[in-house]
């Protein structure tokens, strides 16, 4: 007689529902201690349950998945698809709920990658954040050197320079006056903007001021260490395990080492998950949602999805953009011209991650696309370069 399990796991209970094929149903309440985990799995085992369906918000999914991966075949479920299903919805009949469903095959699970790919996702998403407070504690210094009015962020391209990280590092060495801090700017700079650059450097600096750029600078200092310690990682892995999919990657315009990385550690290199190219779409989030009442369109917004690769593609679309010798940024150019930017950036990012989805589940290189114009298509072309030409004439 068949037997699946249903969980429902919260911070500190697990609800667990055993339910047989002739209706008969286990109830037991469990606590998240891994001794009491364990037991929970043990009883799994002797009640020789097929199927395993969890439900959970969070992270707190992640230590039960560790302990019972490998006993017994597990689905994670997401909670919103759930509760499209009409039934029962409490504390109490939620993990019998999700037996139910699970039973009755009307729940699909979520997509978990394997393990060398969840310890490659950790350094990647840690990275991210590292990358977040960088950015905040570079806000900070930039505060700060307002507020003793040292307008030098004025004349650089980012907070984070060598030349700021330089007049900071001087402000906490005690020096004030500016023709000490000038000389840590770059000389391309104060060949540019001359006595602009001592003129900004010259402010009103207290004791207290001199003790936060210090906190700031050791925080900066710690966060950018720490980022190269998760690339390292994530390098490790990657030439171990994934020298080839790297350099699969790596072919397509707009791809890095290090977005390849970030790619890998989201995707994985096994897709036979997402059957289409367009399921994956629809998993990373970066497809129109369907939202029409009455043949009108109320809303064309993405959906929800993975915000983490979906990040990295913007981005990779971006530096795309950038180039003019592939077809993605002319393609980009001739959306622009009828959507927003955004709009048009979003395109490109979908049309990427396409392209990542054929190059792995084929195995092969990117090849550039080189469209081919019918006759006609090449004479509308000619026509309109034609008529362009004769109105920047006139």
């Known amino acids: 007689m068949k037997k699946v399990c249903g969980l429902d796991v919260h911070k500190d209970t697990i609800f667990l529902c055993i339910l047989a094929e002739n209706g008969q149903t286990f109830l037991k309440e469990f606590g998240t201690l891994t001794a009491q985990v364990e037991e929970m799995r043990d009883l799994i085992k002797a009640e020789r349950v097929s199927e395993v369906a969890m439900e959970s918000t969070g992270i707190y999914w992640m230590p039960i998945w560790r302990i019972l991966q490998g006993h017994v075949e597990m689905k994670l479920v997401n909670p919103y698809f759930i509760k499209q299903l009409p039934g029962r919805k409490s504390d109490v009949k939620d993990s019998e709920w999700i037996a139910t469903v699970l039973q009755k095959k009307l729940i699909k699970g979520s997509y978990i990658p394997g393990k060398h790919i969840q310890e490659l996702r950790q350094y990647e998403r840690r990275y991210v954040h590292i990358c977040e407070n960088v950015t905040r504690v570079e806000q900070a210094i930039d505060r700060q050197l307002h507020r003793c009015n040292i307008r030098i962020t004025n004349f650089t391209s980012k907070v984070g320079s060598v030349s700021v990280m330089g007049v900071v590092k001087g402000l906490v060495n005690g020096e004030t006056a500016p023709e000490e801090l000038i000389k840590h700017i770059h000389g391309r700079i104060t060949n ?93 989030g970066l497809r129109p949602r369907n939202d029409e009442t009455a043949k009108k369109i109320k809303s064309r917004k993405i959906t929800n999805g993975n915000k983490y690769l979906r990040r990295i593609l913007v981005q990779c679309a971006w530096a795309i953009t950038r180039s003019k010798k592939c077809w993605l940024s002319g393609k980009f150019s001739e959306l622009a011209k009828r959507l927003s930017q955004k709009k048009a950036l979003i395109a490109i990012a979908r049309k990427l991650l396409v392209i990542i989805w054929h190059i792995l589940s084929k195995h092969e290189t990117y090849k550039e696309y080189k469209p081919k114009l019918s006759p006609e298509q090449k004479q509308k072309r000619i026509a309109r370069l034609e008529k362009q030409i004769l109105e920047l004439q006139a």
């Open 192 to 284: 540019k903007h001359k006595e602009k650059i001592a003129a900004s450097l010259k402010g009103v600096v207290s004791g207290s001021d001199r003790f936060i750029f210090r906190q700031n600078y050791e925080e900066l200092e710690l966060l950018t260490r720490q980022q190269q310690e998760c690339v390292v990682e994530m390098e490790q892995i990657c030439d171990t395990l994934y020298k080839e999919e790297m350099n699969l990657l790596c072919s397509v315009p707009g791809i890095q080492k290090l977005s390849a990385m970030t790619i890998i550690a989201e995707l994985g290199v096994d897709l036979k998950t997402f059957i289409t190219a367009a399921s994956l779409v629809g998993w990373a």
